[in-house]
């Protein structure tokens, strides 16, 4: 059973940075697409970023691309996401998941989420 562990996240203000970071446990993630889906109150929850299990190809939802961005550690089944130049509209929790599955124009979460962890960021 795979089971996803975060840390990260906090407050900042606007324009600051923070890291979050996902482990993975139950078994090799390696080749499994992983990334980063957030809620913001009163919204659905959203795709971030996503990485492949070899790391040669990402993917970002038009908000927070050239500001995000999502790294991994596959032999220690971990994913990160950096996140800079934050803005008030990125506050949310973060939810780390796996397995993505992604085609052209589509993405679907996996069916194994993290615990969450709250990004606030204020003016």
């Known amino acids: 059973q795979v089971r996803l562990t975060q840390w990260g996240g906090g407050s900042v203000q606007v324009g600051g940075s923070l890291r979050l970071s996902c482990a993975g446990t139950?078994?090799?993630?390696?080749?499994?697409?992983m990334g980063w889906f957030r809620q913001a109150p009163g919204k659905d929850r959203e795709f971030v970023a996503g990485?492949?299990?070899?790391?040669?190809?990402?993917r970002y939802s038009n908000s927070v691309e050239g500001r995000f961005s999502v790294s991994r550690e596959s032999a220690w089944n971990r994913i990160y996401l950096q996140m800079n130049n934050l803005q008030v509209e990125d506050t949310a929790v973060y939810y780390c998941?796996?397995?993505?599955?992604?085609?052209?124009?589509?993405?679907?979460?996996?069916?194994?989420w993290g615990p969450g962890a709250q990004v606030t960021v204020s003016s």
């Open positions: 998941n796996v397995p993505i599955q992604w085609g052209a124009d589509w993405i679907r979460p996996g069916d194994v």
């Open positions: 990485i492949s299990g070899d790391g040669n190809s990402v």
């Open positions: 139950g078994r090799t993630l390696s080749w499994d697409v």
